[in-house]
């Protein structure tokens, strides 16, 4: 089953408007997230590293006042796009490491198929 | 820097077998992982190597040599359904994962 659920699946905004993106680790407490976008037909990229109970680590290049992320709780991450633009449409995905394994693999969430309008 | 390879895209016949390979340089190490990721939908888990040699699971086999920063998938009897990419990850010293780029697998009847 799925250790890591997303949501929503897919949201559609209008252009100015904040969307948020909600990660929860469901079989274990993950104090570190990892937030994802990838554009249609290119890789992975990751945004940044949310760790709960302090700031999340952004990637170079990813603004950190537009992609906010807040990781309250030790199986809760959200990441909200601020005055969202169509060129902010993209597939956002959630990951976290079960800190119980040394090294565990990734779990995904489904992701999150963002369309600015 | 840090560095994965694999190839943007292999076409393989259904039924056949078809080796995806990964070179990396990277970080240190703590293991290999290979993923599967269908179009428009996320990753998923198929291996996890981190001792040299092969590690079978079903259709799907992954090596790993650590010595030549070199790793392949194997995927035999292949099915329709394998049409995807492939991506080749590494976890480096810090637990970091580096990611590759994918192979884009196409299976032709």
């Known amino acids: 089953g799925a250790v890591v659920s997303q949501h929503p699946s897919r949201v559609i905004c209008k252009s100015g408007t904040s969307v948020k993106i909600e990660c929860r680790s469901l079989?274990?407490?993950?104090?570190?997230m990892f937030w994802y976008r990838q554009f249609p037909k290119q890789s992975l990229m990751l945004m940044a590293t949310?760790?709960?109970?302090?700031?999340?680590?952004?990637e170079q290049g990813v603004e950190k006042d537009k992609f906010l992320i807040n990781h309250a709780s030790l199986t809760l991450s959200t990441l909200t796009v601020t005055s969202a633009h169509p060129e902010d449409s993209s597939f956002y995905i959630c990951?976290?490491?079960?800190?119980?394994?040394?090294?565990?693999?990734?779990?995904f969430g489904n992701g999150t198929r963002l369309t600015v309008t | 820097g840090q560095n994965i390879d694999q190839p943007t895209e292999m076409t393989a016949t259904e039924g056949a077998i078809v080796q995806i390979n990964c070179t990396y340089q990277?970080?240190?190490?703590?293991?290999l992982f290979w993923y599967q990721q269908h179009a428009g939908e996320a990753p998923t888990f198929l291996s996890y190597?981190?001792l040299d040699g092969l590690e079978e699971k079903g259709r799907f086999s992954s090596f790993l040599s650590r010595s030549k920063g070199y790793s392949y998938l194997l995927l035999k009897e292949l099915q329709m359904k394998d049409s995807a990419s492939y991506l080749c990850?590494?976890?480096?010293?810090?637990?970091?994962?580096?990611w590759g780029a994918g192979t884009k697998l196409i299976i032709k009847p």
């Open positions: 990951s976290a490491r079960d800190p119980g394994q040394a090294a565990s693999p990734l779990h």
């Open positions: 949310s760790n709960e109970g302090s700031k999340a680590t952004y």
């Open positions: 990277t970080s240190g190490f703590n293991g």
């Open positions: 990850a590494v976890l480096d010293s810090n637990y970091q994962l580096i």
């Open positions: 079989d274990f407490q993950a104090t570190t």
């Open positions: 190597n981190v």
